[in-house]
Structures are given as structure tokens and as C-alpha cells.
């Protein structure tokens, strides 16, 4: 079966940073994969996706690139600000899955001033 | 566009009783909502998937006769949570989808508390 693997948190940065969380799945096909965002006391918010391989998906500074060949979407932003404290999904749907999503178990981020 | 919402947002209830959680989606066609249940610092579990119109389809482990989901509406689907207990506490989220579109719009979930 499907499954999304991420690295565990916390990451605690200082504002700035470089941020980088990784994540790798596991599917039969070609998935999408999606990262999602959840501040506290919230629901998830969708960062980015990408569809098929070598797609990259940005948003806010955010990126993560389909790679196919390692089985990799790692999320990465070049200069995290505290704004961005929250937590991080890595996700995938499968295509013939009726757009169900498998997560990943979240990475919480701290970004201090 | 593509916005879910849930009401009540948070609700507190007493051991024994039924609590009912909306999901809506306010600007299109909902024609599969699905149910989630988060535990504190913990991923999304998927409950159950419900297609408008048919009977939800649950996933293993989630009790059926005590999480009763109904999804009469385009854009409407409810969670009742019935002979409530403490360990039904939990984050539940749910998210729509549209029937031409991959992906998930999720709403802001709903956080329960069972004294």
C-alpha cells in the first residue's frame, strides 16, 4: 500500500534559516504529492503540490520537487520567518485511489527571532 | 474559492450524549467529503469517505454504528459522534472534493471534548 515517510520534529530554527524537511513515499503508479500546512488550533491548509515527475511545487517561498528516481518531495525554504511556525504534512494521492490522501506523520517547525 | 467549513468549531458534552459536526463546502460541488481524526501532535487518520447520496465507507477499526455519517447534500456532510465518551475527544477534521479535481480542500476542524 501507499505510505509517507517524514522526518520527525521538532525543527527549531532561527528566523532566516534555511529550512529543509524531508519526506519520501511510497506508492504503486504515479501519485500526486502535496505538502500541507496546520497552525495551531487549525485545519490543513494546502503549500503546494505536484502532480508528475520533476514537477516542482512552490508557494510562499516554499518548494518541493517530484523526484521520481529517489522517491523524494522535500520541502525547502530559503528563509524561514517566525510566521512560519507551524506543522508540516508531506502527503500523496494515489491515482486510482478516489483522491484519497495518505500522510505523512508531521514535522512540527519553531522558528525563534 | 474552495472553501469547507465545520460548525460547531469546538464543542464540550458530557459522557453518554450525541454530538453532531457539520461540514460544508461553500462554493462548489462537494461530491466526496472525507473524515479525519487527529490526537494531539499526531498525523490525520482517516475515518471514513462519502460519496453524496450513498452510505460512507469506513476504514478498518473505525466503529460505524458509533460514528454515523451522513452526506445528503452536495455540499453538506455530518459526524455524529453518538453515546459520546472521553476517549472520543479528538480533533476532527473533514475535508471535500470536487469530482473532476484531484485534490482535498480541508475545513478547520472541530475540537471535542467528552466529560
Known amino acids: 500500500g501507499n505510505s509517507v515517510t517524514q522526518m520527525e520534529g521538532p525543527v527549531t530554527l532561527s528566523e532566516e534559516a534555511f529550512l529543509t524537511i524531508n519526506c519520501t513515499y511510497t506508492a504503486t503508479g504515479y501519485p500526486s504529492l502535496f505538502w500541507y500546512v496546520q497552525y495551531p488550533g487549525e485545519g490543513l491548509q494546502l503549500l503546494l503540490k505536484a502532480t508528475k515527475a520533476d514537477d516542482k511545487g512552490s508557494n510562499k517561498g516554499f518548494e518541493a520537487t517530484y523526484r521520481k528516481e529517489t522517491t523524494s518531495f522535500h520541502l525547502e525554504k530559503g528563509s524561514v520567518q517566525v510566521s512560519d511556525s507551524a506543522v508540516y504534512f508531506c502527503?500523496?494521492?494515489?491515482?486510482?485511489?478516489?483522491?484519497?490522501?495518505?500522510f505523512g506523520g508531521g514535522t512540527r517547525l519553531m522558528v525563534k527571532p | 474559492g474552495a472553501v469547507v467549513s465545520q460548525h460547531p468549531s469546538w464543542v464540550i458534552c458530557k459522557s453518554g450524549t450525541s454530538v453532531k459536526i457539520e461540514c460544508r463546502s461553500l462554493d462548489f460541488q462537494a461530491t466526496t467529503m472525507f473524515w479525519y481524526r487527529q490526537f494531539p501532535k499526531q498525523s490525520l487518520m482517516l475515518m471514513a469517505t462519502?460519496?453524496?447520496?450513498?452510505?460512507?465507507?469506513?476504514e478498518q477499526g473505525v466503529e460505524k454504528d458509533k460514528f454515523l455519517i451522513n452526506h445528503a447534500s452536495l455540499t453538506l456532510s455530518t459526524l455524529t459522534v453518538t453515546s459520546a465518551h472521553p476517549e472520543d475527544s479528538s480533533f476532527y477534521i473533514c475535508?471535500?472534493?470536487?469530482?473532476?479535481?484531484?485534490?482535498?480542500?480541508f475545513g478547520p476542524g472541530t475540537r471535542l471534548t467528552v466529560t
Open positions: 462519502s460519496n453524496e447520496g450513498s452510505k460512507a465507507t469506513y
Open positions: 475535508s471535500a472534493s470536487e469530482r473532476v479535481v484531484l485534490e482535498q480542500y
Open positions: 502527503a500523496l494521492s494515489g491515482r486510482n485511489a478516489g483522491n484519497m490522501l495518505t
